[in-house]
Structure formats: structure tokens, C-alpha cells
């Protein structure tokens, strides 16, 4: 059985050493957060992930969700008992106004609480996970009617929510989508259609649904612009909050899955089922956004966790497991054999996953501050830049982070060997369940493109252009320090190679935008190493600055592997990107 | 439901204008292979693969296989029937001698075939591939009664054969197993003992299973130099060849997988179990390396197998789907969207796949003709050469081909976008399939280890030595014709990288051997590299030579992209070589 410990060392030091976040106390939410609050926090999010959700991720895998006659489906046992420990806790609103129930802290540490509980249980934080981005869409795009009504129920936790944008014949290209909506007298839309892959769309841990659901209104335009978001109770809610008679939506099936048994995707069917416009008609894609960039984020985060708890299993079994002798003579003499942690090919899986779990972990939180940034510093430009930022990093985390999130679990599985390869150690299941991240909420690819396509040329490179002169800023302020050479010296040659590879875009892709295509998926990686580079070289500097504690040491050699072993790699998407596309768009389909 | 064409054309073009095989018609086996005859064998089986043994590999994994209260094992529903059908067709001895029952054909052919059967059913196929692999065991270290008693049953399919290593506490370290042999007075031993992850170890597919065991005779030294290899039926034969009684083996459970459920995975219970010596006694590693080798290239077919299936799946989807529009205006005018092939970053996870997949086949064929020569040239010193080549590249293929034939089934899986993570469409069963190559047979990193501390040092570098020559002989000579520069090219860097990376383990891995660990797997993956590098400079000349033929087209084309976008990987894997073990040693085992 696999074991879990929560991270909270390595965000507390990220938080406080390398990103100073005591220096947004005048902002809100970051005022109430102390270190001792903090600490705190994050500790007894760690205790509920360790003692509650991590013993049923195994049971979830094994036992799966359960669609039963009537269209009810039942989650793994003691899902339902985790989900009240967790809503009692208060943890779906930690993130959340607390006009509207929540404890109004940052979306940082949201970020980081969300990351343990993955660690812990990816299937079964979906569900919460879903909820929490379905309030921030209706908190955006919302009437004050759907807000008052529906927000304080969600954030309690009373209520989940769910996104139903995929269709059997459509996901990336939602202007196909056929689902349609009738206006009704009273202003309600009635729903028709089927929606697939619909994660948590049915389930017995609350007592309502709340569907936002991407439709067209009767006789819009076709495409993406005649796109509507409805919101679709399960139940029927009166004014009052309470609950009324069964919607006309219901699971149709469930989805037999690689992994994420615990979660239950489902297939829905609205039948004419009532629903209320959120947001501006046609406008709905744009209001699905504001859920679908949080949920990206949240995808992100499954890479990482999936990743971190597939490293402390695999650093726990090279410890234990006895095989072999060292290459340089006997380290444990009197056993019958060494640990395999002896042999520098397991410490080189060992440390190529943790060097990107920490880095990782790193520009996670420096993105979500971002989104913190956005939302409420005071000086307009600040804002602005915070948001260019957090859009510019989006597609990149979750595109880097749920690959090598994935790998990183292959790896990690690749530790125990044959072991590895059955289901009671439970490595098998982590890669099987990370495999989704790199799927869903926009296939990679889609990221990529998202990256190369729309952020990177999005008024006039500007999210580009801060993202580099920080970076660039970075290495020439701590320049003279030879202590830093090591980081700061690859980290250059990472940005350089970065900023040639945007270079190339420019000088190729305007005329032949396949060039962009052709090398979106390297670019992104690209991007994410010299991201991760750059967390790894201000993780090194603050570790430098509390010299003499082990941890730190330890900190100072892992970053020296990301830049040793990891940002080599840049090079090689580097020549990627600029062997353009001509190679493979020579090629008619019937070669394929 | 996945689908699956064997690629005839590919080996009859890599066999005859690649590899040239008509110039070794003096070899036996090689007479007897006229065009004809190897076109014929390669559709026969191709017919086998498609019609009987591919649509049962879904069904495989649904119900997979199945052990009763009296440790008997059921396999999943048609198994028995296409088992039948592959032993009629002859297909158990296509490659084995005549005088047992086989058609004495080359080993190359089997391979070709081998990679077919893979590719439409690996569970099925592993079957017959271990028995084909103990056959070859028996037939070079069993006594003439055992090769008499034995190989032709199992020749004809009537037995199957299993390999026996792994114990609970050891795999790759099997100095440390504990099963015992006492030894009797007629000359055979008793057989006490638990093996687990015994492929094939039980099943309804013969009448009876030959156990090939490593077993420590009481008294023996301990250590690896004490342990001898055991034929050990699961039913005594009697000197006619007829059946007896049951022998004292059994299979005690079969394990949990993440994949190939169609094959039977056994905990084998040795109790007091009747078996005999095979080979020298204490030389049982020895002996059971001749089956080892084999089933090392055996896995590797399926690294390939997989990604060729997965390959041609993805492809034919990118045909099928429509979804959005190409990013240089519509291609599908009359459609609601253009097919996912016009996208470059579909094409390049295609390419990036064929790519690999065509380099790799020619690698395998290509080593697997060594084998050949090995057994049978006249020359001694070509035998010798041919045995340094299949020796110095059995790790790189079991390696690199599972490794990145692995990757290639999760980017195969990606383009289906979310139907490739349910299991109707088929792909994540490759995936699930084909992650167990990359550890058995000796995990990957075992290989790694193999590659850079034995068969790189052997023979003061002979295999090394021979292999540069002939790639760099091969650059030389045609370094003249300007067509062949951007194969030529890129293959010349990555030589070039290959031997830096092999010239820096001599001047720091002798001192220190860690430096050679860590770096040994990244060296792999490059010599990987080099191999199929060298293999597409030729085929490349090859589909030079018949100009106009879309098929060539095509092949330059693929081509092409591995030296643009797979070969820059090797920069990359040279750097982490020479990035050494000295900072990945540093850290003390509680730091992980």
C-alpha cells in the first residue's frame, strides 16, 4: 500500500524564502495570513489528506463508481465520509469570499492545500475540485440572483458543480456542439442534448448537482459565437434555497476508464431539462473560460501531486528494498544485500523527478500568486501584468506539468521493478490516473497552441516580454555572486534558447502559420524548463542564504540536477522548433 | 475496436533492398529463402495475425485469465482455438531445425513474424515466445535425451515452455534465491521453492508445461555461482514422451496487473517437485542466458509491436476525426470540420512514432540477422563479429525499442484525445501492455548497466569498435552523394556524441564506476539513437535508389524527421553523461 506525506516543508520555504509572500500583507486575504496561520493551515489540510483521503485511493480504484438501474450512481465506500470531513473542514471555500462562506484566503494557498489533497486522492478531489472552479465562473459571469442563491450552498459544500462542454462528435472544436436550448416565457431555457466525459456528473455526496452546461439558444449563429452557458440543477431549487422536483437530466452511463475509477464520468442526457443563461447569450464560451483556466490550473496540480506522491513511494522502496551490492564495494555489509538507493541509475530517476516536482511546485505557486496579483493589488499596471503573466503560464503548467507529471509516475513505477507492475504496491495506479491530466480540460496539444497561437502574440508579445526581462532582470542582479553560477549559467543558456525559439516564430510563422504548429508542443516544454530554471535558480539563492541546514543542501544539489540533467534538454526542443514544418506537412493523408 | 494490418511491405523492403539478404544464400536457412518463399511466410502470417489473433486481444484484457480452487488456469474465451491454429500453421519452429520439427528458416524471419504476432495480441503471443526461447535454451545447454524427450513436442506446440528467476525478496539480484534442489539418487533433484511473476506458468493451452527453474543444489556456494538451471514439468514424461503423473507444481496465484491479462502471471509453488539438471551444475545462469538473450529481443519486438500497432490506430483516426479547421484555411470544405491529420502537431506525434518505429524495425532485423551469422557463417571471424554486434546491441534494443515504444503507445493514446483514455477504442490497452517491456526480462536499467559495464569493456572494446567502424565506413563512403547529406549529417553528430560520451566513461568511469551508473541509461538511449540513425542513412540511400515510388517518397519523408527531430535528443543524452554521478552521490540516503 502506498503512503502519502503532505509537502508542507517545501511550500512553507517556497511561500516565505523564495517568494516573499509576507510582502503582499496589504493585500486581501494575504493580511490574515501569518506564518503561524499559514502553518497551520497547511497542516491540518496535511492531516486530513494523510488520515482521511489517502487510505481510500486504492479502494476507489479497485471498487470504482457504481451507475445503478435508475440512472443513481453510488461512489467507492467511504467517499461519502471524506467528502463530509472535508466540507466540514471548510476547505471547498478556503479560496472563497467570505461573503459568500468562504475564508477569503489567497488563491495561493488554495493552490497548495488542492495539491496535497491529489497527492493524497486524485479521483476523489475532482469532485470538490470541479465545484470550486464552477463557483469562481458563476461568481465572474453570474446573475446576483444565481450568485446568492447558488454560491453559499457550493462553497458549503451542500452542492458540487460540474462543466459539460464535450459531445460525442465534438471537445477541442466546441462549435460543433449540438446540445440546444428553447427560451421558455419565464425566462428559463428548456435543455436538449448529450454530453460525454462529464467528470463527477452524477454521484451520491451531496444532495443537488449544479450542471453549467455549454448550449445553443434556438436559431443562433453557428460556430463558437452562437455558444450559450446554462446553469442546470439537478434538483430544482426554489427561492428559497430549498429543494424541489427532479431536472429532466440524468447519467446515461458511466465511462469504463484507464483510471480515476473513483471518479465517476459520466455520460449525460438532458431531456428538455430547465436551465438559466449565465452570463450574456452567445457569450458562453467566454464565461465557460473563467472555469476552464481555473480547472487547467487544477489539472496542473494533478500532474504535480500525482508526481510527488509517486517520488516518496519510489524514494521509500529504493530505501528498503535489498538488491545488489553498490558498484564502488559493500555499503550495507552485514545484509544479504544493498539498498538499490546505492546505484546512481536509481538516484538519477530518484532526483530527475524531484528536481521537477520542487521546481514545478515552485512556478505553480508563483502563477497562482499571479492570479492573487490580479485580482487585488492596488496599482492597476501591477494587475495587469499579473494577469499576462497567469495567462502566459496557464497553458504551459498544465500542458509540462501533467507530461512530465505522467513520466515522472512511469519513472517512479520503473523504481520497484516488477513490483511496480502489479496493483498492490499501487504505483500502477498513479500512472494510470495521471494519464488523464495530459487529456483532459484541452488536450496538450491544445495547450501548445494555446501557448504559441493566442498568448504568446496577445497584444504585442507583452505577457513574452515581462516573462523574460523578470528572468533576464533575475540572472544580471545576481550575476556576481560565483556561488550561483551554476544555476544562473544554464538558466541563461535555457532563456537564450527560449528567446531564439520565439525569434524563429516570428521569422516563420506569420507566413506559414504550420510553423507554429509544427513546434508548439517543444516550445512549451522549452518554456516550462526555463520557468521550472527559473524557480530553481531563486530556490537556490534563498537556500544559500540559510547555509548549515541539511534540507537546504539537499535543495542546492536536486536544483543542481534540473540544471545537469533536465535543462539539457533544451537544446533538443530548441532544434525541434526550428525544423519547422515543412517535413511533415510534405505528406498527403493516405501516406499516413 | 482497434485494428491491425502487418507491415509486409516494410520487412520485405527492409530484408531485401536494406539489408540485402539474398547475400547470404550460402548460409543455411538463407537457401531456401528465395523472394517468393519470404513473401509467402510474411502474408501467412500476416493472415494468422489480422484474422485470428487481433480480435481476440480486447477480449483478452476484458476477461482475462482466470485460475479455479485446483490452481488450474482458464484462459480468456479463443485462446485455445488461435493457440491451435498457430501451432498448425506451423509457426512454433519457424525458425527452429528441422531435425526437431522446425523449418529451419533464419532467426530474422522468425523476428519478422514474432513483431506481427505482438502487434495484433501481445498476451497471446507471449505464449509461444517463451517456449520458443526455452527451446533455445535446451537445445544448446540440455543433454540428447532432453533435446530428444523435449524440443520436439514443444517444437510442435504440444508443451510450452516457462522461465523461472524471480523470488519475492530478488529479481535482478538472483544470487540471493533461496529455491533449493536436493538431489536423488536416480539423478534428479527435488525442487522446493516460490517463484512469482512466472509468465505462462500455468494455462489450458497444452497438455503440459516445461519449467525451466534456477535452483540452488544443497550445498552449493552461495551467491550467483551456485545456482543451476532445472527442467522441471508440470507433468512427468515418461521415456516414450507419454504423460504421467501431475508433478509437485503449482500455481499458487496468478497476479493483479496493470496489463497483459491475457497472459497468466503466476506464483509458481515448488513443492518437492521432480526436476533435472540442465547444463553444468552452478552454470545455471549460464545456461539460462541463451533463453534470457533471446527473450531480451523477444521484448524488445514488443516495445515495437505495440508502438507499430498504437501507430497505425492513431493514424487512422487523425484520417477520421473531424475537429476544427487547418491552420491554413479549410481542407474539408463540404465537411463541419477538417480531419485531425492537417494539424502539424497530429502529424508530428504520428512521424515522431513511424519514425522511430521504421529505424527500430530495420535495428532489430538488422541485429537479428547477427544472430544469424553468429550461428552459421563460414568466416569464423565474421561469426565472431556477428556475435560481438548481437551481444553489444541486445541491451540497446530491449531498452530503447520498450522504453520509447512505451512512449510512443501514451502519444499514440493522446491523439484520440479522450477516447483514447476509455477502453472501447483499444489504445490505453496498449499502453497498459506495453509498460511491463520496459521491466522484465531485466528492467531497463539493468540493461543500461549490461550495455556500459559488460558488453561496452568485453574484449578490450571489440563490439564498440566494430560497430563505429562499420557506421563511420558506411559515412565515408557515401559522403560523395549530396542527397544523402541530411541523413548523413546528423548521423555523423550523433557518432560523434556516441563516441565522446563512450571516450568520457573511459576517463572517468574507470576511477570511479558511479560516473558509468549514471550516466549508463542516457548512453542507451544515444547509442539507440545511433543504431536506428545509422539504419535510416540506409534505407534512405535504399528509397533513393527506386525514385518515384510514393512508398519511397514517403520513407525519405519519415526519414527526415528522425534526423530533425528524434536525433537532436542525442546532444542532449551526451550532456547528461558527462554531467557525472558526483552530485547525485553527494547526497546521503535520508535525504531522498
Known amino acids: 500500500m502506498p503512503s502519502f506525506k503532505a509537502p508542507v516543508a517545501d511550500v512553507l520555504f517556497l511561500l516565505t524564502d523564495v517568494l516573499h509572500i509576507d510582502r503582499y500583507g496589504n493585500l486581501p486575504g494575504f493580511?490574515?495570513?501569518t506564518p503561524d496561520v499559514m502553518e497551520a493551515v497547511l497542516n491540518e489540510a496535511?492531516?486530513?489528506c494523510e488520515e482521511v483521503l489517502q487510505p481510500l485511493n486504492r479502494i476507489g480504484d479497485r471498487d470504482g463508481c457504481v451507475r445503478h438501474a435508475d440512472g443513481q450512481v453510488t461512489t467507492p465506500p467511504g467517499f461519502r465520509n471524506a467528502y463530509k470531513a472535508y466540507c466540514d473542514g471548510g476547505w471547498q471555500g478556503l479560496a472563497v469570499d467570505a461573503s459568500y462562506g468562504g475564508q477569503s484566503l489567497p488563491q495561493v494557498m488554495g493552490v497548495a492545500v488542492n495539491e496535497f489533497c491529489v497527492g493524497a486522492n486524485m479521483a476523489f478531489t475532482m469532485y470538490p475540485g470541479l465545484t470550486k472552479s464552477a463557483i469562481s465562473a458563476l461568481l465572474v459571469h453570474g446573475s446576483d440572483e444565481q450568485k446568492r442563491l447558488y454560491a453559499p450552498r457550493m462553497v458549503a459544500g451542500e452542492w458540487s458543480g460540474t462543466m459539460n462542454l464535450t459531445e460525442s462528435h465534438c471537445g477541442t472544436d466546441l462549435g460543433m456542439l449540438k446540445t440546444r436550448a428553447a427560451p421558455q416565457a419565464d425566462g428559463s431555457y428548456k435543455i436538449t442534448g448529450q454530453k460525454i466525459f462529464i467528470s463527477a456528473g452524477e454521484h451520491d455526496l451531496t444532495s443537488n448537482i449544479i450542471h453549467l452546461v455549454l448550449a445553443r439558444i434556438e436559431g443562433a449563429p453557428a460556430g463558437t459565437k452562437g455558444i450559450s452557458l446554462f446553469l442546470v440543477p439537478k434538483v430544482m431549487v426554489h427561492p428559497n434555497g430549498s429543494l424541489g422536483a427532479r431536472n429532466a437530466v440524468s447519467c446515461g452511463a458511466l465511462e469504463h476508464k484507464m483510471g480515476i475509477h473513483g471518479n465517476a464520468?459520466?455520460?449525460?442526457?438532458?431531456?428538455g431539462a430547465t436551465g438559466w443563461l449565465v452570463g450574456e447569450?452567445?457569450?458562453g464560451l467566454n464565461a465557460m473560460f473563467v472555469m476552464m483556466n481555473e480547472a487547467r490550473i487544477g489539472v496542473a496540480i494533478q500532474g504535480l501531486g500525482l508526481s510527488e506522491v509517486a517520488y516518496q513511494n519510489a524514494a521509500a522502496y529504493a530505501k528498503d528494498r535489498l538488491q545488489g551490492r553498490a558498484l564502488t564495494g559493500r555499503k550495507n555489509e552485514s545484509g544479504p544485500a544493498d539498498p538499490i538507493i546505492v546505484h546512481p541509475d536509481v538516484r538519477r530517476m530518484l532526483l530527475e523527478i524531484r528536481a521537477f516536482n520542487e521546481g514545478a511546485r515552485a512556478l505553480l505557486l508563483w502563477t497562482t500568486l499571479q492570479a492573487d496579483l490580479a485580482g487585488s493589488a492596488e496599482d492597476q499596471k501591477v494587475r495587469q501584468q499579473a494577469?499576462?503573466?497567469l495567462g502566459l503560464m496557464t497553458p504551459v503548467l498544465k500542458g509540462v506539468l501533467t507530461d512530465t507529471g505522467f513520466d515522472n509516475c512511469v519513472t517512479a513505477q520503473q523504481v520497484f521493478g516488477?513490483?511496480?507492475?502489479?496493483?498492490?504496491?499501487g504505483m500502477e495506479q498513479f500512472v494510470r490516473d495521471a494519464r488523464i491530466a495530459m487529456i483532459y480540460e484541452g488536450a496538450n496539444g491544445i495547450q501548445a497552441l494555446d501557448l504559441v497561437g493566442r498568448k504568446l502574440p496577445k497584444d504585442g508579445g507583452r505577457a513574452f516580454a515581462a516573462f523574460t526581462k523578470e528572468v533576464a532582470t533575475y540572472i544580471k542582479e545576481n550575476a556576481g555572486d560565483e556561488?550561483?553560477?551554476?544555476?544562473l549559467q544554464p538558466l541563461k543558456e535555457g532563456l537564450d534558447r527560449l528567446q531564439q525559439a520565439t525569434m524563429w516564430f516570428m521569422a516563420n510563422a506569420m507566413g506559414n502559420p504550420d510553423n507554429a504548429g509544427a513546434g508548439s508542443t517543444a516550445y512549451m516544454h522549452l518554456f516550462g524548463l526555463v520557468g521550472m530554471g527559473y524557480m530553481w535558480a531563486r530556490i537556490a539563492k534563498a537556500a544559500m542564504g540559510r547555509a548549515g541546514d541539511p534540507a537546504m543542501d539537499t535543495k542546492l544539489a536536486v536544483g543542481r540536477i534540473f540544471m545537469e540533467r533536465l535543462m539539457p534538454e533544451s537544446a533538443a526542443h530548441l532544434a525541434r522548433v526550428t525544423a519547422g514544418a515543412q517535413t511533415m506537412m510534405a505528406l498527403p493523408a493516405e501516406a499516413f
Chains 1, 2 share one sequence.
Not at 464520468?265 to 431531456?271: A, K, L, S
Open 46 to 48: 496535511a492531516k486530513l
Open 483 to 487: 556561488a550561483q553560477k551554476p544555476f
Open 281 to 283: 447569450a452567445h457569450r
Open 387 to 389: 494577469e499576462d503573466l
Open 418 to 425: 516488477g513490483h511496480g507492475y502489479v496493483a498492490e504496491w
Open 31 to 33: 493580511a490574515e495570513l
Open 265 to 271: 464520468t459520466c455520460v449525460m442526457n438532458y431531456d
